[in-house]
Protein backbone atom coordinates (compact mmCIF):
# COMPACT_ATOMS: atom_id res chain seq x y z
CA UNK A 1 0.00 0.00 0.00
CA UNK A 2 1.08 3.53 -1.18
CA UNK A 3 0.68 6.86 1.02
CA UNK A 4 0.83 10.68 0.29
CA UNK A 5 -0.22 13.20 2.93
CA UNK A 6 -1.17 16.77 2.79
CA UNK A 7 -1.56 18.56 6.06
CA UNK A 8 -2.03 22.56 5.56
CA UNK A 9 -2.37 22.75 9.64
CA UNK A 10 1.36 20.86 10.20
CA UNK A 11 2.78 23.28 7.59
CA UNK A 12 1.10 26.56 9.39
CA UNK A 13 2.74 24.82 12.62
CA UNK A 14 -1.05 23.40 14.17
CA UNK A 15 0.21 20.18 15.47
CA UNK A 16 -3.10 18.81 17.29
CA UNK A 17 -4.95 15.74 15.32
CA UNK A 18 -8.20 16.35 14.13
CA UNK A 19 -11.31 15.29 16.10
CA UNK A 20 -13.13 13.19 12.93
CA UNK A 21 -11.01 11.59 9.95
CA UNK A 22 -13.48 11.14 7.21
CA UNK A 23 -12.30 7.78 5.05
CA UNK A 24 -13.94 7.49 1.33
CA UNK A 25 -13.53 4.48 -0.27
CA UNK A 26 -13.04 4.94 -3.83
CA UNK A 27 -13.16 2.84 -7.14
CA UNK A 28 -12.58 4.29 -10.67
CA UNK A 29 -15.10 7.27 -10.26
CA UNK A 30 -12.94 10.52 -10.82
CA UNK A 31 -15.97 12.86 -11.72
CA UNK A 32 -18.17 11.60 -8.20
CA UNK A 33 -14.73 11.52 -6.34
CA UNK A 34 -13.99 15.23 -7.14
CA UNK A 35 -17.67 16.12 -6.51
CA UNK A 36 -17.88 14.44 -2.61
CA UNK A 37 -14.17 16.65 -1.74
CA UNK A 38 -15.67 19.97 -3.22
CA UNK A 39 -18.49 18.84 -1.16
CA UNK A 40 -16.08 18.21 2.28
CA UNK A 41 -14.37 21.58 1.06
CA UNK A 42 -17.47 23.64 1.47
CA UNK A 43 -17.92 21.96 4.91
CA UNK A 44 -19.08 24.79 7.56
CA UNK A 45 -17.42 23.31 10.05
CA UNK A 46 -13.77 24.62 10.32
CA UNK A 47 -11.65 22.53 8.26
CA UNK A 48 -8.73 22.04 11.06
CA UNK A 49 -11.50 20.30 13.13
CA UNK A 50 -11.34 17.18 10.56
CA UNK A 51 -9.15 15.13 7.92
CA UNK A 52 -10.15 13.22 4.70
CA UNK A 53 -8.64 10.05 3.55
CA UNK A 54 -9.56 8.23 0.27
CA UNK A 55 -8.57 4.63 -0.38
CA UNK A 56 -8.07 3.65 -3.81
CA UNK A 57 -9.14 0.25 -4.25
CA UNK A 58 -7.27 -0.55 -7.12
CA UNK A 59 -8.33 1.59 -9.41
CA UNK A 60 -7.01 1.28 -12.91
CA UNK A 61 -7.93 4.86 -13.84
CA UNK A 62 -5.17 7.69 -12.24
CA UNK A 63 -6.48 9.37 -9.27
CA UNK A 64 -3.83 11.77 -8.47
CA UNK A 65 -5.36 14.65 -10.76
CA UNK A 66 -8.62 14.49 -8.62
CA UNK A 67 -6.51 14.68 -5.53
CA UNK A 68 -4.65 17.29 -6.61
CA UNK A 69 -7.01 19.86 -6.84
CA UNK A 70 -7.92 19.39 -3.34
CA UNK A 71 -4.97 19.22 -1.33
CA UNK A 72 -4.64 23.07 -0.44
CA UNK A 73 -8.10 23.06 0.44
CA UNK A 74 -8.51 19.87 2.49
CA UNK A 75 -6.06 18.07 5.13
CA UNK A 76 -5.97 15.15 3.08
CA UNK A 77 -4.35 11.78 2.92
CA UNK A 78 -4.42 9.80 -0.43
CA UNK A 79 -3.85 5.81 0.28
CA UNK A 80 -3.61 3.31 -2.73
CA UNK A 81 -4.30 -0.53 -2.34
CA UNK A 82 -4.39 -3.48 -4.62
CA UNK A 83 -8.22 -4.16 -5.10
CA UNK A 84 -9.51 -5.74 -2.04
CA UNK A 85 -13.37 -4.32 -2.05
CA UNK A 86 -14.48 -1.49 0.03
CA UNK A 87 -14.17 -3.31 3.04
CA UNK A 88 -10.85 -3.42 3.35
CA UNK A 89 -10.45 -0.12 2.24
CA UNK A 90 -12.12 1.97 4.64
CA UNK A 91 -10.35 -0.64 7.29
CA UNK A 92 -6.75 0.84 5.58
CA UNK A 93 -8.14 4.39 6.16
CA UNK A 94 -9.40 3.91 9.45
CA UNK A 95 -5.87 2.08 10.44
CA UNK A 96 -3.95 5.75 9.36
CA UNK A 97 -6.98 7.86 10.84
CA UNK A 98 -6.22 10.35 13.86
CA UNK A 99 -9.33 11.48 14.48
CA UNK A 100 -11.64 10.28 17.73
CA UNK A 101 -13.91 9.99 15.22
CA UNK A 102 -14.33 7.81 12.08
CA UNK A 103 -16.91 9.36 9.24
CA UNK A 104 -17.21 6.83 6.57
CA UNK A 105 -18.87 8.30 3.29
CA UNK A 106 -19.07 6.67 -0.39
CA UNK A 107 -17.27 8.55 -3.02
CA UNK A 108 -20.90 9.48 -4.92
CA UNK A 109 -22.39 10.82 -1.50
CA UNK A 110 -22.26 14.84 -1.11
CA UNK A 111 -22.67 15.96 2.37
CA UNK A 112 -24.63 19.50 3.28
CA UNK A 113 -22.66 22.05 4.53
CA UNK A 114 -23.49 21.67 8.29
CA UNK A 115 -23.33 17.61 7.97
CA UNK A 116 -20.01 17.72 9.64
CA UNK A 117 -21.15 20.70 12.12
CA UNK A 118 -24.41 17.81 13.44
CA UNK A 119 -22.02 14.95 13.18
CA UNK A 120 -19.74 16.62 16.11
CA UNK A 121 -22.51 17.80 18.41
CA UNK A 122 -24.29 13.99 18.38
CA UNK A 123 -20.39 13.53 20.14
CA UNK A 124 -19.87 16.62 22.32
CA UNK A 125 -16.70 17.63 20.32
CA UNK A 126 -15.36 20.68 20.81
CA UNK A 127 -11.73 22.39 20.74
CA UNK A 128 -11.52 20.96 24.56
CA UNK A 129 -12.28 17.27 23.48
CA UNK A 130 -15.05 17.10 26.26
CA UNK A 131 -16.39 13.12 27.04
CA UNK A 132 -18.40 11.57 24.36
CA UNK A 133 -22.12 12.38 24.69
CA UNK A 134 -22.60 8.83 22.92
CA UNK A 135 -19.30 7.09 23.44
CA UNK A 136 -20.22 3.75 21.65
CA UNK A 137 -23.12 4.97 19.10
CA UNK A 138 -22.97 4.55 15.36
CA UNK A 139 -24.89 7.31 13.73
CA UNK A 140 -26.07 7.93 10.92
CA UNK A 141 -28.76 10.07 8.91
CA UNK A 142 -31.03 10.60 5.92
CA UNK A 143 -29.46 9.41 2.38
CA UNK A 144 -31.45 11.14 -0.01
CA UNK A 145 -31.42 10.87 -3.52
CA UNK A 146 -29.48 13.40 -5.61
CA UNK A 147 -31.19 12.14 -8.99
CA UNK A 148 -34.86 12.19 -8.78
CA UNK A 149 -35.03 12.64 -12.61
CA UNK A 150 -33.29 9.24 -12.89
CA UNK A 151 -36.04 6.21 -12.20
CA UNK A 152 -33.60 3.79 -11.80
CA UNK A 153 -31.32 5.78 -9.38
CA UNK A 154 -34.49 6.80 -7.48
CA UNK A 155 -35.82 3.02 -7.12
CA UNK A 156 -32.60 2.17 -5.75
CA UNK A 157 -33.32 4.87 -3.35
CA UNK A 158 -36.77 3.86 -2.39
CA UNK A 159 -35.26 0.44 -1.45
CA UNK A 160 -32.85 2.53 0.94
CA UNK A 161 -35.84 4.51 2.28
CA UNK A 162 -37.57 1.42 3.13
CA UNK A 163 -34.86 -0.49 5.09
CA UNK A 164 -34.00 2.85 7.02
CA UNK A 165 -37.37 2.85 8.01
CA UNK A 166 -37.98 -0.96 8.93
CA UNK A 167 -34.26 -1.16 10.31
CA UNK A 168 -33.45 2.45 11.48
CA UNK A 169 -35.38 4.99 12.09
CA UNK A 170 -36.92 2.96 15.36
CA UNK A 171 -36.20 3.07 18.86
CA UNK A 172 -34.42 0.28 18.98
CA UNK A 173 -32.44 0.76 15.39
CA UNK A 174 -29.94 -2.50 13.80
CA UNK A 175 -28.93 -1.37 10.96
CA UNK A 176 -27.23 2.18 9.13
CA UNK A 177 -25.50 1.87 5.86
CA UNK A 178 -21.36 2.47 5.73
CA UNK A 179 -22.67 5.25 2.92
CA UNK A 180 -22.74 7.96 5.48
CA UNK A 181 -22.14 7.02 9.11
CA UNK A 182 -19.83 7.42 12.30
CA UNK A 183 -18.49 5.82 15.36
CA UNK A 184 -15.76 6.23 17.78
CA UNK A 185 -12.45 5.12 15.94
CA UNK A 186 -11.52 2.95 19.23
CA UNK A 187 -14.56 1.52 18.98
CA UNK A 188 -14.71 0.81 15.78
CA UNK A 189 -11.10 -1.12 16.18
CA UNK A 190 -12.01 -2.61 19.00
CA UNK A 191 -14.94 -4.62 17.25
CA UNK A 192 -12.66 -5.63 14.21
CA UNK A 193 -13.41 -3.05 11.85
CA UNK A 194 -15.34 -4.47 7.77
CA UNK A 195 -15.51 -7.90 7.45
CA UNK A 196 -12.30 -8.42 4.78
CA UNK A 197 -14.27 -10.69 2.61
CA UNK A 198 -17.42 -9.49 2.85
CA UNK A 199 -18.98 -7.52 0.09
CA UNK A 200 -21.93 -6.07 -1.96
CA UNK A 201 -23.13 -4.52 1.06
CA UNK A 202 -22.97 -7.25 3.33
CA UNK A 203 -19.99 -5.57 4.93
CA UNK A 204 -22.32 -3.24 6.59
CA UNK A 205 -24.79 -5.49 7.49
CA UNK A 206 -22.70 -8.21 9.23
CA UNK A 207 -20.52 -4.92 10.94
CA UNK A 208 -23.77 -3.49 12.56
CA UNK A 209 -24.51 -7.26 14.17
CA UNK A 210 -21.13 -7.40 15.29
CA UNK A 211 -21.40 -3.98 16.84
CA UNK A 212 -24.61 -4.52 18.25
CA UNK A 213 -23.44 -8.21 19.93
CA UNK A 214 -20.35 -5.67 21.73
CA UNK A 215 -23.17 -4.14 23.21
CA UNK A 216 -22.83 -0.77 21.68
CA UNK A 217 -26.17 1.12 20.13
CA UNK A 218 -27.42 2.69 16.47
CA UNK A 219 -29.03 5.92 16.63
CA UNK A 220 -30.33 7.60 13.45
CA UNK A 221 -29.92 11.38 13.75
CA UNK A 222 -32.33 13.42 11.29
CA UNK A 223 -29.63 16.25 10.87
CA UNK A 224 -26.80 14.16 9.25
CA UNK A 225 -28.22 14.44 5.93
CA UNK A 226 -25.92 12.95 2.62
CA UNK A 227 -26.66 13.06 -1.13
CA UNK A 228 -26.56 10.11 -2.61
CA UNK A 229 -25.36 10.61 -6.78
CA UNK A 230 -25.32 6.82 -8.32
CA UNK A 231 -26.06 7.38 -11.89
CA UNK A 232 -27.78 4.43 -12.94
CA UNK A 233 -29.41 2.91 -16.45
CA UNK A 234 -30.85 -0.58 -16.98
CA UNK A 235 -27.61 -2.30 -17.39
CA UNK A 236 -26.20 -1.19 -14.27
CA UNK A 237 -29.42 -0.88 -12.11
CA UNK A 238 -29.51 -5.34 -12.64
CA UNK A 239 -25.60 -5.66 -12.36
CA UNK A 240 -26.23 -3.47 -8.90
CA UNK A 241 -29.42 -5.50 -7.64
CA UNK A 242 -27.90 -9.01 -8.57
CA UNK A 243 -24.42 -8.29 -6.72
CA UNK A 244 -26.91 -7.22 -3.48
CA UNK A 245 -28.07 -10.69 -3.97
CA UNK A 246 -24.12 -12.28 -3.72
CA UNK A 247 -23.90 -10.20 -0.63
CA UNK A 248 -26.96 -10.69 0.72
CA UNK A 249 -26.36 -14.66 0.72
CA UNK A 250 -23.08 -13.93 1.65
CA UNK A 251 -24.46 -12.38 4.57
CA UNK A 252 -27.29 -14.86 5.10
CA UNK A 253 -24.95 -18.34 5.10
CA UNK A 254 -22.23 -16.37 7.68
CA UNK A 255 -24.99 -16.10 10.23
CA UNK A 256 -26.19 -19.57 9.43
CA UNK A 257 -23.02 -20.55 9.81
CA UNK A 258 -22.19 -18.87 12.92
CA UNK A 259 -25.34 -19.84 14.98
CA UNK A 260 -25.60 -23.57 13.59
CA UNK A 261 -29.49 -22.58 12.08
CA UNK A 262 -30.91 -22.77 9.23
CA UNK A 263 -30.63 -19.88 6.92
CA UNK A 264 -33.00 -17.50 6.91
CA UNK A 265 -34.75 -14.80 5.28
CA UNK A 266 -36.87 -11.74 5.88
CA UNK A 267 -40.67 -12.77 5.96
CA UNK A 268 -42.72 -12.54 2.64
CA UNK A 269 -44.48 -9.53 3.82
CA UNK A 270 -41.52 -8.08 4.13
CA UNK A 271 -41.07 -8.07 0.46
CA UNK A 272 -44.62 -7.71 -0.54
CA UNK A 273 -44.52 -4.47 1.35
CA UNK A 274 -41.33 -3.52 -0.27
CA UNK A 275 -42.47 -3.92 -3.75
CA UNK A 276 -46.27 -1.57 -3.22
CA UNK A 277 -43.82 0.57 -1.51
CA UNK A 278 -43.39 3.50 -4.07
CA UNK A 279 -47.63 3.59 -4.34
CA UNK A 280 -46.91 5.58 -1.04
CA UNK A 281 -44.16 7.79 -1.93
CA UNK A 282 -45.05 8.69 -5.55
CA UNK A 283 -48.75 9.12 -7.80
CA UNK A 284 -49.75 8.20 -11.16
CA UNK A 285 -48.22 6.24 -13.60
CA UNK A 286 -44.58 7.26 -12.18
CA UNK A 287 -45.76 5.28 -9.26
CA UNK A 288 -46.19 1.68 -11.32
CA UNK A 289 -43.14 2.51 -12.92
CA UNK A 290 -41.30 2.44 -9.95
CA UNK A 291 -43.08 -0.90 -8.87
CA UNK A 292 -42.24 -2.28 -11.68
CA UNK A 293 -38.56 -1.44 -11.53
CA UNK A 294 -38.51 -2.77 -7.56
CA UNK A 295 -39.77 -6.31 -9.07
CA UNK A 296 -37.09 -5.89 -11.40
CA UNK A 297 -34.49 -5.56 -8.75
CA UNK A 298 -36.40 -8.09 -6.30
CA UNK A 299 -35.44 -11.17 -9.78
CA UNK A 300 -32.10 -9.24 -9.64
CA UNK A 301 -31.26 -9.77 -6.07
CA UNK A 302 -33.04 -13.16 -6.22
CA UNK A 303 -30.99 -14.51 -9.01
CA UNK A 304 -27.49 -13.18 -7.71
CA UNK A 305 -28.47 -14.88 -4.35
CA UNK A 306 -28.99 -18.40 -6.32
CA UNK A 307 -26.21 -17.94 -8.18
CA UNK A 308 -23.77 -17.15 -5.17
CA UNK A 309 -25.25 -20.16 -3.31
CA UNK A 310 -24.28 -22.80 -6.19
CA UNK A 311 -20.97 -20.91 -6.84
CA UNK A 312 -19.78 -20.42 -3.26
CA UNK A 313 -20.32 -23.55 -1.14
CA UNK A 314 -16.68 -23.67 0.62
CA UNK A 315 -16.96 -20.28 1.47
CA UNK A 316 -18.60 -19.80 4.84
CA UNK A 317 -15.75 -21.72 6.53
CA UNK A 318 -13.54 -19.25 5.09
CA UNK A 319 -15.39 -16.08 6.16
CA UNK A 320 -15.92 -17.53 9.73
CA UNK A 321 -11.89 -17.94 9.44
CA UNK A 322 -11.52 -14.09 9.01
CA UNK A 323 -13.12 -13.22 11.85
Known amino acids: MSAERNCPHERDGWTKPPMVSVVIPTYNRPSQLAQCLDSLSRLTCPHSHFE ?13 PVIARFRD ?10 QGGPGAAR ?16 DDCRPTPDWLLSLTACFSLDVERPPLQLPAHLVGGPIL ?27 NSSFLSSSSFALPRESFLAVGGFHPLLSHASEDRNFCDRWLSH ?20 PSFWRQHFNYGRGAYQYRRLQAWQTQTALRLERLSF ?11 ERGSYAFLLCGLLVLAEAATGAGFVWQ ?15
Open 52 to 64: VIVVDDGSPLDLT
Open 73 to 82: HLDLTFLRQP
Open 91 to 106: NAGAAVARGDILAFLD
Open 145 to 171: NALPHNPFSTASQLLIDYFYARFSRTE
Open 215 to 234: GHGITYIPDLIVYHAHHLNL
Open 271 to 281: YGNLLIHPLRR
Open 309 to 323: WLTDSDKPRRLVSEL
